[in-house]
DNA sequence: CTGTGACTGCAAGTCCGTA
DNA sequence: ATACGGACTTGCAGTCACA
C-alpha cells in the first residue's frame, strides 16, 4: 500500500475518531480545507511540514500516519475488549 | 523533535547502517544526490512520494523514517542484549 | 564521497466558488 | 459537512557546477 494512501486513510480514520470535521481539523493545522479533503482522497501529494501540521493537529506522532491497515486489529481497538475481571465466577 | 529532522536523521542512520553512500542510495532510490543531501541536511521538505521512493530504497516501511532518536535504544540494537538463560545459576 | 548555492519547471498549497 | 473544480501564488522537485 502506497504511504500517500496509508497517509490519507490514518488522517481520516484518526480526525474521524477525534470527531472533527475536515473544516476543524483544517483550521487547527493551519491549512486549507479543500486541500485537506484532497489529501483524505489521495490526489494530493503533501509534504513533510505539512504532515507535521496535521500530526501535531492530531495530536499523534507523525509515524503514527502511516501504520498499516491490516495492523489495524491492534490500533483500532478503542477499546481492547479489556480483558474485564470475572466479578462472578461460574463455579465460585 | 521535527518531523524533518527525524526523517534526515534516520535516512543517514539506515543508510550507513546499510552501507551506502548518498549516491547509490540516490541512485536507487531514483532521486538526485544532491537533493538526498540536502535532506539529510534538513534543507529540503520533501514530499510524501519521494519518502516513498526513499524508502523503498531503504527496505524499510515508511514510519521507520520518522523513529524517534530517545528510542532508538530499542531500535538501534543489532543484537538486543538476548537476554541470555543463565546456564549457572548463583546459588541453584 | 559529500556540502552547497543557483537555477527552472511544475506541483504544492491557497482562495474562490459550486453542488 | 464534504467533494470538486478553476485560477492563482509559493515553494518543492530536479539538476548543475563547484568546493
Known amino acids: 500500500m502506497k504511504p500517500r494512501a496509508l497517509l490519507a ?6 480526525r474521524i475518531k477525534r470527531g472533527m470535521s475536515q473544516e476543524r481539523l483544517a483550521r487547527t493545522a493551519g491549512i486549507d480545507r479543500s486541500y485537506l ?3 483524505e482522497r489521495q490526489s494530493k501529494n503533501p509534504t513533510i511540514d505539512v504532515l507535521d501540521r496535521i500530526s ?3 495530536g499523534v506522532h507523525p ?3 502511516f501504520v498499516d491497515p491490516s495492523s ?3 490500533i483500532l ?3 481492547p475488549r479489556p480483558k474485564r475481571p470475572r ?6
Open 72 to 74: 489495524c486489529a491492534s
Open 56 to 58: 501535531e493537529a492530531l
Open 9 to 14: 486513510w490514518n488522517v481520516r480514520r484518526i
Open 37 to 39: 479533503a484532497g489529501l
Open 63 to 65: 509515524s503514527d500516519l
Open 87 to 92: 466479578l462472578l465466577r461460574k463455579n465460585g
Open 77 to 79: 481497538k478503542i477499546s
